[in-house]
């Protein structure tokens, strides 16, 4: 798995001036303060992308560079190849466990929740964010994989589920019939190439790479759980669980939506095209609402939860800044948080769901090769 440094903001000295804590403008409208994962389906989004798609056509047209019309890229050869591996306890006749070397470029850093922008008032159309305070799930495991086929659907397919803790004096433990899960798998689906610009399939031979990374609760997130003095956050996610899906929508004020928020540190010093940085100082840190790009699967005790995000699902401007601009990611830090959409006064403030440190990432070089058995079925 990839190697934890064990704290966060040391890992990123840019984070004291430009990083991910300095506060954002504290009112937004509504449009502008999200944007959604895919453009396909219901028609009541169809006004959300208009402005995408000139937008993709003008860079298109105008922007020149190594960074156009990239083919699907090649793995490194090497070890760097495979320095990402499934957990310790993965299946083991599935995946073989691999040691990361100490001299590997990246590595992951369990987050604490904070250094995130969350709602807290959305009274008149307008709303109004505070600094996220915490989290409900802390991070245990990151590895970045690839196969013969899009990987996804991992728990008990081709990862064990972690032990649950032992119960000593004092220490808060997971029970049946508890409203959240013990454990939270999230699998970022990542394509390669950049697909159909406006319609059409993306290509079946895409199968990309995927970031899975493996969350336990909190002895906090379950004291309050026994106490019954929940928060508005934790409220509005037992209601996601008990929903079982990302696919909820009705326009971007519904309530329960799985968002994610990516917040890169130092754009302005990795290299970015000169015409695209303004585009991605605009999106950097903007949450993303997962809907048709969502897929969740659990177990009928309500122990595990796992939600795959497919990239390939993602508006094309999405796609193709992701594909444009992945050879700069091994530059950078990433904090990568998770949250429950709340709209009404009495959701909210909402809360940091989980989150995650992921720095020096290559998606291509860094990606582990797996026997995923679906290959051959």
Known sequence: MLRCMGGCFPCAPWASTTGARAKLPGAADELEETWFDAEEGDITHDHLFATTRHHIYQLQRTCTGPWRGCSTPQPKSGPSSNRAGIPSWATPALITPNELSDASPYSWTKGDGFGFQVRNSCQGGRIQKIPSDGAMYECISVDVVRAGCKVSEVLHRLVEMPPQAADSAGSE??????????????????????????????????????????????????????SQRRTAAVKLFAKFVHGGTTHLISGSTKSGLFKAIAVAGNVDDIGVPRVLLPTVRTYNGKPCLITQS???????????????????????????????????????????????????????????????WLHNVDLVGDARVIDDPRVSS
């Open 173 to 226: 433990t997971w029970w049946p019939g508890c409203p959240l899960p013990r454990v939270l798998c999230i699998v970022a689906q990542i394509p390669y190439e950049r697909g159909p610009t406006l319609f059409g399939q993306h290509p079946a031979n895409d199968h990309g790479c995927s970031i899975i990374t493996l969350h336990l609760i909190k002895p906090a997130t379950l004291r309050l759980l026994r």
């Open 294 to 356: 969502g897929t969740v699967f659990r177990d009928d005790s309500g122990e595990w939860l796992e939600v795959n995000v497919d990239i390939r699902r993602f508006c094309s401007l999405a796609r193709n800044m992701l594909v444009s601009l992945r050879d700069l990611l091994p530059r950078t830090s990433v904090h990568c948080g998770f949250t429950i959409q709340g709209c009404e006064d009495n959701e909210l403030p909402e809360g940091i769901v989980a989150d995650v």
